[in-house]
């Protein structure tokens, strides 16, 4: 069994910062990528951003939060970060993490899902 789970979440006003944590457990014998998705209501999901592990070289950012967010991961604990500064209302959304596991030797990585944290960003 393998658990991802978000925290960090919740109401911040316009211009300020969260910082949005994931952490993978259970059976994994390697990660090799994780990454931040985003829902907001009557939107498709997209991608915020994502970074390889254990490298963690050449972080994806999507154009809308270039500069604002930085994504890190602690390889050590199987966490990945998003520190979100500058926020704006349209950052408001459910942001949902995902990390790319292989739980054997053989075979290949298994894309997992959290169950979402609620950024809220008020105007």
């Known amino acids: 069994q393998v658990q991802v789970v978000e925290s960090g979440g919740g109401l911040v006003q316009s211009g300020g910062s969260l910082r949005l944590s994931c952490a993978a457990s259970?059976?994994?014998?390697?990660?090799?990528?994780m990454g931040w998705y985003r829902q907001a209501p009557g939107k498709q999901r997209e991608l915020v951003a994502g970074i390889l592990i254990p490298s963690g070289g050449s972080p994806y950012y999507d154009d809308s939060v270039k500069g604002r967010f930085t994504i890190s991961r602690d390889n050590a604990k199987n966490t990945v970060y998003l520190q979100m500064n500058s926020l704006k209302p349209e950052d408001t959304a459910v942001y949902y993490c995902?990390?790319?596991?292989?739980?054997?030797?053989?075979?290949?990585?298994?894309?997992?899902w959290g169950q979402g944290t609620q950024v809220t960003v008020s105007s």
């Open positions: 259970g059976s994994i014998f390697s990660i090799n990528y």
């Open positions: 995902t990390a790319d596991i292989k739980t054997s030797v053989v075979g290949t990585p298994v894309r997992y």
